[in-house]
């Protein structure tokens, strides 16, 4: 098919799905928590969103955190998403960060968090133990956060029912403590091979809005939930369309290419395209970061910036 046609097309089709998400939400955009910061005039909040890149910090050449911002500048890329196990002295990389003019997106790798669902409940102190330490070190990093995956396949033998019966036990005053300290737990959806609980953007921002709904004041911003584009190429029906249905509970974004030859590779690298993603992000007036988690088929120092420039020019494609 022609681009531009292709394009049209699709940018008709996406054009009618957000006008009738709009027409749907205008009778109810003040009752329904998973709406974005609704302005009580038009539920398009595209004037509000940026593309602001980051990246997983071992994905850019570099051996420390400054010789990482250095390349970092040269392509436009803001933050450093960090992994807790090897950043564990947050203080320390903290100011890393800052003596090098970047700053933190989120933490990743905080631990067996799965242990707060697990069937055995002598695993459930422990779970809470780890989420309680996460919270610590990204408030102290000063990030938005950190990525939870409730349950990954053979962690539990809980029925989805009893895993989210439990989330909402346990989790309410841990993300009152989260919000009290300026940060977030964030839910991961991932795909059908990996978990079966939380596959879709709607599932996270969903159980988001009913724990947040157990929290007050600065603890209701303290749960929150993430889309990523390789899980979401496999298990959401409509790009645009998931990214909104997470609404003001979207808090970060995974850039990878999908399930195409070659596997979760470096934006640019495979046939994946970002255009109807970045629509839904602009809808809802995205302005946190979408990071780079995959690998990169060649010289990183030349196909990062590459990557960089296509979603760029994605981004710009992306009309509301």
């Known amino acids: 098919m022609n681009f531009n046609r292709k394009e049209k097309t699709m940018k008709r089709r996406s ?8 027409a749907t939400l205008s009778g109810q955009v003040h009752a329904d928590p998973t709406d974005s ?7 398009n909040q595209s004037a509000k969103a940026r593309l602001r890149l980051s990246s997983q910090a071992p994905l850019i050449p570099g051996k420390t ?22 950043y564990r002295d947050t203080r320390q990389a903290r100011k890393e960060l800052d003596d090098a003019g970047l700053v933190p997106s989120i933490l990743h790798g905080v631990g067996p968090c799965g242990l707060i669902c697990s069937d055995d409940t002598s695993q459930h102190a422990k779970g809470i133990e780890t989420i309680q330490r996460a919270i610590e070190a990204a408030h102290l990093l000063g990030g938005l956060g950190f990525l939870l995956v409730p349950a990954f396949h053979g962690t539990t033998k809980l029925s989805h029912q009893e895993i989210r019966k439990a989330l909402l036990d346990t ?7 989260a919000g009290e ?11 059908r091979g990996e978990n079966s609980f939380l596959r879709l953007v709607s599932d996270g921002a969903a159980l988001a809005r009913d724990i947040a709904e157990q929290c007050t004041g600065a603890g209701k911003n303290g749960i929150k939930t993430m889309g990523d584009f390789y899980h979401m190429a496999i298990e959401e029906t409509d790009m645009m369309g998931a ?3 997470g609404g003001k509970y979207l808090q970060h974004v995974h850039l990878a290419g999908g399930p195409s030859d070659p596997r979760r590779t470096l934006p640019g690298q495979n046939a994946t395209r970002f255009v109807e993603g970045f629509r839904g992000l602009k809808y809802i007036g995205y302005d946190k970061f979408c990071s780079f988690e995959c690998g990169v088929k060649g010289d990183k120092e030349i196909e990062i910036p590459k990557a960089c420039a296509f979603l760029r020019r994605e981004w710009e494609l992306a009309e509301i």
């Open 15 to 22: 054009f009618l799905i957000a006008a009738g998400l709009a």
């Open 37 to 43: 910061e609704y302005d009580g005039k038009s539920a």
């Open 65 to 86: 955190i400054a010789e990482k911002a250095a390349f970092c500048k040269k392509c436009g890329i803001e933050a450093l998403e960090l992994n807790y196990g090897t």
């Open 171 to 177: 989790l309410p005053p841990l993300a009152q403590m």
């Open 181 to 191: 300290a300026g940060t977030s737990i964030i839910f991961e959806p991932l795909n």
């Open 243 to 245: 990214f909104i249905s």
